[in-house]
Every structure is written in structure tokens, then in C-alpha cells.
């Protein structure tokens, strides 16, 4: 998909904007505090997701006004197409003018992957934010998988306050046999649906690296199943394998209140030439290896649904030398590409795109 053009009205610092964007790579720059992140979360907003910097939907609307307004119009699958999203008490969405239940409706219609400095968590941060990360990009690419893992959610603290319960309600005990079943059948699910996901991530976020990094080095990421589940387990054999490693775990279990096992101990592991990431790569490593993933992440989506995303790169410039950052500007072509920058100077060194600049909330002028 491309995008046509992108509106903003009473959008956080922007009163009201309007946005031409080039097909390919767009860099809006400026000074600090002008509104150039803001820009990147609107548009990301309308992918229907939450915003990438944790805001609550009241935060966007600019101080003292009562509403906010964010509409693009994109061409994707051979039509111009129109989203909008109006935030007042309550958000609504509209598709080509046809209001949406939810703006969740339009996941999977309007496709974009962001990076943006919070995304370092994924390598910098404990397992969950890795957990997280996988969980959103399967559910982008299959939706069941979100009714899948509500479920384990659901299953998963039912269990934990039955084992709370048994404590002192010892008859109880016969009914966690069926918890178990439950849990093992969904674990199973998630672990074979997670595992897949990764192993073909794995391979463009590899090829990727490698151009980032100028074939200097190499990127390998896996699936860490927890509780010793290893890959010469068959995935058909993952059900039998979680009823027993729950069973192993009951006595223990019982005694915390906790289950032990299951999908939400895992981890997702990355090397650099073989070395830990997240222990001994560098800030510039770091940062690659979570664009790697962030572009091996719209690859999929282009091979499995088909689409090119829109690629929203916010602050991704700092910390990469400048054959990383050539890279960035003239490797990505297929898509259209927003990035945000302080220094016009990144200009220099791009081959086909537009320049913004952003000040006090407003794009002052434009350069091709
Ligand atoms: P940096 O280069 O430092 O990342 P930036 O250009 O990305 O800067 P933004 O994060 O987009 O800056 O924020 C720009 C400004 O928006 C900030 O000064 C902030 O105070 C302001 N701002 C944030 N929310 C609102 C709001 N709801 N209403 C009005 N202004 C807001
Ligand atoms: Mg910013």
C-alpha cells in the first residue's frame, strides 16, 4: 500500500497538517520537540493499534480541544481508499467513509511497521517485551491467533487461582486435571504457531542484518521454549509434552500459586556472530538487530498477505554508521518509508524521496 495523503487535525502540537508523501522514502526532520514523533503516531495509529508510545487516546487530542482528527487516503489492492479516526470521549473509524465497530477494523487494512527508540526494549528489555513482539506481529498475519491467546490468558489464571484455592480447599485437586488438559492443548497451539513465526523471521531478519551491517556480520534468532522443550520435539508430540511437563511442575505449582510452565516463560534469543545481543552487542548492533526485525516483520507480511506495509522509522538515524545509514535510505524501496530525523544532513545521501520539515507542529516546506 501506499499513502496518498495524510491529514491531522488538533493532533497533539499539530493544529493542522496536511502531508503529500513521496512514493518511496519520506524524512521528515527538524529540531527537538516539533512534532515529528507525533507525525509517525498518527500514522501508526491508523493500523488500528494501540500507540507505539503507550499514550492514552485522551493525550493526543492537542490541549484544550475537544477533538482530534487523523485521515489518509492510500491506494492498495488496484483503489484509492480512505481511513479515518476521530478521537473524542470514545474513537471512531471510518473506511471509505463507512463507520467501523472498532478501529480495530481497520488492522490488517491500513498495514504499517513501526520502529521507534522504545522498541530497543525488545533486545534491551526482560523476555516479555520479546513474548509481546512475536504475539502482535502473528496476530497482524492471523487473526485467530488473538482469540488464541485470550484464551491461554484466560486459562492460565484460572489455573493459577485454583492452585491458590486448593491451599486451603484441598478437595479441589481433582478438578485441576481438566485445567491441565486445557492448558497443554493451548500451549501446544501457541508454542507450534510462535516457533514457525520465528523461524521464518529468522530468515529475512538475517539477509537484512547482513545488508545493514555490509555483510560484516551475522544475525541468528530462535525460539526459547521454556522447561527444556527442545527442537527435536515433533510438534504434533508439544500437547503430551506440556501435560507432562505440568504434572512434573504440580507439587511446586501448588506450592507458589503459580504455573510454572507453559508459553509465558519463553524467550526469543538473538546473536551477533554468535555472541549475545542483549549482553555484549553494541548500541549500534542493538539498534540494527531491532530493524532487521522490524523489516524482516514487513517482509512476511508482504509474502503472507501479500501487501507492502507502510515502513515508519522514527529516530532510527543516531547510532549508525553511515553505510548503515545509506542503507536505510536506498534499500528500501518497495515500500514507502517515513523517517524522522534531527539532521537535514541524512538528506544528502538520499537517492529518490521528500524532505519535510517539521516546526512547531507544522511542515514548513518541502523539498524533492
Ligand atoms: P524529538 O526530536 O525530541 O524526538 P519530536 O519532534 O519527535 O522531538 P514530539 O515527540 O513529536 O517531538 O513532540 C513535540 C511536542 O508535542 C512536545 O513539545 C510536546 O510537549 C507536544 N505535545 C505532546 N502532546 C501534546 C498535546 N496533547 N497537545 C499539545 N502538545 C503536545
Ligand atoms: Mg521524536
Not at 512434573?248 to 538473538?270: M, N, Y
Amino acid at each position: 500500500m501506499k499513502i496518498n495523503a495524510l491529514n491531522l487535525t488538533n493532533f497533539r502540537n499539530i493544529a493542522s497538517l496536511e502531508l503529500q508523501p513521496a512514493e518511496h522514502v519520506n524524512i521528515i526532520y527538524g529540531d527537538n520537540a516539533q512534532g515529528k514523533t507525533n507525525l509517525i503516531e498518527a500514522l501508526w495509529l491508523l493500523t488500528g493499534a494501540k500507540s507505539f508510545r503507550g499514550a492514552k487516546d485522551a493525550e493526543l487530542l492537542q490541549f484544550g480541544s475537544g477533538f482530534a482528527k487523523v485521515s489518509a487516503s492510500f491506494f492498495k489492492e488496484g483503489r484509492d481508499q480512505t481511513a479515518e479516526i476521530l478521537f473524542t470521549a470514545k474513537k471512531q473509524a471510518q473506511l471509505n467513509e463507512i463507520a467501523l465497530p472498532s478501529v480495530t477494523g481497520l488492522a490488517g487494512i491500513f498495514c504499517a511497521v513501526v520502529f521507534s527508540p522504545s522498541h530497543l526494549s525488545l533486545i534491551q528489555d526482560g523476555p516479555s517485551a520479546r513474548r509481546r513482539f512475536a504475539d502482535t506481529c502473528i496476530c497482524q498475519i492471523s487473526p485467530k491467533f488473538i482469540a488464541l491467546m485470550s484464551d491461554y490468558n484466560r486459562t492460565l489464571l484460572q489455573r493459577n487461582s485454583l492452585l491458590k484455592d486448593i491451599s486451603y480447599s484441598s478437595y479441589l485437586l481433582d478438578t485441576l486435571d481438566v485445567w491441565d488438559d486445557r492448558l497443554a492443548c493451548l500451549s501446544a497451539l501457541i508454542v507450534k504457531n510462535r516457533k514457525q513465526y520465528i523461524q521464518r523471521l529468522a530468515v529475512h531478519a538475517g539477509e537484512i542484518y547482513s545488508g545493514i551491517s555490509s555483510k560484516k556480520e551475522t544475525l541468528q534468532m530462535r525460539y526459547l521454549a521454556a522447561g527444556g522443550l527442545t527442537d527435536d520435539v515433533p510438534d504434533g508430540q508439544y500437547k503430551e509434552w506440556f501435560l507432562q511437563a505440568l504434572g512434573q511442575a504440580r507439587a511446586e505449582d501448588l506450592k507458589t500459586g503459580c504455573t510454572s510452565v507453559g508459553p509465558h516463560r519463553d524467550d526469543i534469543d538473538f546473536e551477533i556472530n554468535g555472541m549475545n545481543v542483549r549482553s555484549f552487542g553494541s548500541q549500534g548492533q542493538q539498534r540494527s538487530s531491532v530493524l532487521a526485525l522490524k523489516l524482516a516483520e514487513s517482509r512476511l507480511i508482504r509474502e503472507l498477505l501479500h501487501d507492502e506495509p507502510v515502513i515508519l522509522l522514527d529516530d532510527v538515524m543516531s547510532e549508525l554508521d553511515k553505510s548503515r545509514q545509506d542503507y536505510l535510505l536506498n534499500h528500501l524501496s518497495e515500500n514507502q518509508v517515513f523517517i524522522t530525523c534531527c539532521d537535514k544532513g541524512y538528506f544528502d545521501a538520499l537517492q529518490n524521496g521528500k524532505a519535510f520539515h517539521m516546526v512547531k507542529g507544522r511542515l514548513q516546506n518541502e523539498e524533492c
